[in-house]
Each structure stands twice: as structure tokens, then as C-alpha cells.
């Protein structure tokens, strides 16, 4: 599968596949020391009314918790039964990719690792340095897998364009940061990508260095399904 040219071109620890089942099946490390997968999908539902539709939830979590609001296959379920077709087939197709078997699996697993998040600015905690280039402490081989349906979307670094920023001054010295090295560039994903990636916990792979993109105060919310935990078929 041809790379999109929003990836750098020579850099081999993206893979690109062609379908979910690569992308869920393909294998982190090997000679070219791959370290995240990305199925580059183009989905033709509209994710962003969606998004708009779905302000009232982040404003209401903003409100009440200020964390992420999260919402799992039955409330995606529920809300499938909107009278607009079009928010309906947005719905219907996140609901699609929470039967993917894979993320079936995750989400029907005791701990529900697969959600539907939708995020607002503001929604993560200070102590998180989402927002500044990172790795993700992931536990298990599979690494983690982030759909990308709405607003703006996560940035990657080459792992040879960042350095380790001195834990001083970290409100969280457990989570390291990065920093672009002068002159290198990040790269951002887009809006239907479906990525997995290593985290720190995985010998010899290098984990993937990446970003949440910082949201403007009124921006409407983004939309990501997450998958941490992918348990094996029975
Ligand atoms: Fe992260």
C-alpha cells in the first residue's frame, strides 16, 4: 500500500496497510523496526456533524467532571436511533467498527477496553502530557490502537527527530517528553486514519513518539474510538 504523502517517505517504522485486518494482524519490530501501524481509511459519513451533534455530552461532562466523556457500544447503540439519516450513518459506521471482531473482543472484555471518546479542550488532566510529543506506558503486545473520525488529529515524530526533555520541572516526572530537535518536523494524521502503536513496555521496539493536538477553546469536539487491550479469540 502506497504511503500517504502526509508520512515521511523514508521513514520505515510506519507500516501503511490496506484494511483492518492488516492493520490489526501486522507485527510491530522486525528489520525495519516498525513501531506503528496506519491504515489510511477515507470514510465518506459526516464525522464532523457529528462532532457538533455531540457538543451538548462534552459540555455536559466539561461541566460535571472535566475529563473525557466516554460512551460505550450500547450508548452508540442508543443513540443510532436519531431521526437524522445522516448523523445515523455516522453513528451506524463508529458502531461498525466497534463489531470489528478485534475491538468486539476488547470492548465485551470485563475492563470494556474499547470506547468511543469524545474529546473537548481542557478534557485531560494537567498532570498528562498529552499535549507535548510523549510515548504511552502500553503493557501489552498489541500496543494501542486509536480511529480517528473527528476533528483534529494526533501528530507523530521519527524517533530520530526528538530528543528527552529533562524530567525537571514535569508535573508528572513519570511520563517523559520529547522535543523536536531544530529544524525537524512532526507529522499529522488525518481524520479517518486508523492507527496502532508501540508503547514503552515492548523490548527492542522503540515506542512511537506522538501528540494530542492542542484544541482551540471553541473547537468542537474530537472524535476517537480507542482500543487498549486486544484478548485472543476463545
Ligand atoms: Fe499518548
Same mark, same amino acid.
Given at each position: 500500500?502506497?504511503?500517504?504523502?502526509?508520512? !515521511?517517505?523514508? @521513514?520505515?517504522?510506519i507500516k +501503511?496497510?490496506?484494511?483492518?485486518s #492488516?492493520?490489526f494482524?501486522?507485527?510491530?519490530? &522486525?528489520?525495519?523496526?516498525?513501531n506503528?501501524?496506519?491504515?489510511?481509511r477515507?470514510?465518506q459519513?459526516?464525522?464532523?456533524?457529528?462532532?457538533?451533534?455531540l457538543q451538548?455530552?462534552?459540555?455536559?461532562?466539561?461541566?460535571?467532571?472535566?475529563?473525557?466523556?466516554?460512551?460505550?457500544?450500547?450508548?452508540?447503540?442508543?443513540?443510532?436511533?436519531?431521526p437524522?439519516?445522516?448523523?445515523k450513518e455516522?453513528?451506524d459506521?463508529?458502531?461498525?467498527?466497534?463489531?470489528?471482531p478485534e475491538?468486539?473482543?476488547?470492548?465485551e472484555?470485563?475492563?470494556?477496553?474499547?470506547e468511543?471518546r469524545i474529546?473537548? !479542550?481542557?478534557? @485531560?488532566?494537567?498532570d498528562? +502530557?498529552?499535549?507535548?510529543?510523549? #510515548?504511552?506506558n502500553?503493557?501489552?503486545?498489541? &500496543?494501542r490502537?486509536?480511529f480517528?473520525?473527528?476533528g483534529?488529529t494526533?501528530?507523530?515524530?521519527r524517533?530520530?527527530?526528538v530528543?528527552?526533555r529533562?524530567?525537571?520541572g514535569?508535573?508528572?516526572?513519570?511520563?517523559d517528553?520529547?522535543?523536536?530537535?531544530?529544524g525537524?518536523?512532526?507529522?499529522r494524521?488525518?481524520a479517518?486514519?486508523?492507527?496502532?502503536?508501540?508503547?514503552?513496555?515492548?523490548?527492542?521496539?522503540k515506542?512511537?513518539?506522538?501528540?494530542?493536538?492542542?484544541?482551540?477553546?471553541?473547537?468542537?469536539?474530537?472524535?476517537?474510538?480507542?482500543?487498549?487491550?486486544?484478548?485472543?479469540?476463545d
Amino acid at each position: 500500500m502506497k504511503k500517504p504523502d502526509y508520512i !515521511p517517505a523514508d @521513514y520505515k517504522r510506519i507500516k +501503511v496497510v490496506g484494511s483492518l485486518s #492488516e492493520l490489526f494482524n501486522a507485527k510491530f519490530g &522486525g528489520p525495519d523496526e516498525i513501531n506503528c501501524i496506519v491504515y489510511p481509511r477515507r470514510l465518506q459519513q459526516d464525522f464532523n456533524k457529528l462532532a457538533l451533534a455531540l457538543q451538548p455530552l462534552a459540555d455536559d461532562a466539561r461541566r460535571k467532571t472535566g475529563r473525557i466523556r466516554k460512551l460505550h457500544y450500547n450508548d452508540l447503540k442508543q443513540l443510532s436511533a436519531v431521526p437524522d439519516p445522516v448523523l445515523k450513518e455516522a453513528v451506524d459506521a463508529v458502531i461498525g467498527d466497534m463489531d470489528f471482531p478485534e475491538v468486539r473482543r476488547a470492548r465485551e472484555d470485563f475492563y470494556k477496553h474499547a470506547e468511543f471518546r469524545i474529546v473537548y !479542550p481542557g478534557a @485531560y488532566d494537567l498532570d498528562e +502530557v498529552i499535549e507535548d510529543f510523549h #510515548e504511552d506506558n502500553i503493557y501489552v503486545p498489541e &500496543g494501542r490502537i486509536i480511529f480517528f473520525y473527528a476533528g483534529a488529529t494526533s501528530e507523530g515524530a521519527r524517533n530520530e527527530d526528538v530528543i528527552k526533555r529533562s524530567r525537571e520541572g514535569l508535573i508528572n516526572p513519570q511520563n517523559d517528553a520529547y522535543d523536536l530537535k531544530p529544524g525537524a518536523k512532526a507529522f499529522r494524521f488525518q481524520a479517518g486514519d486508523v492507527i496502532r502503536f508501540a508503547g514503552n513496555c515492548q523490548p527492542g521496539i522503540k515506542p512511537f513518539v506522538h501528540k494530542a493536538p492542542i484544541m482551540k477553546e471553541h473547537a468542537p469536539p474530537r472524535l476517537l474510538l480507542t482500543v487498549d487491550y486486544i484478548p485472543k479469540p476463545d
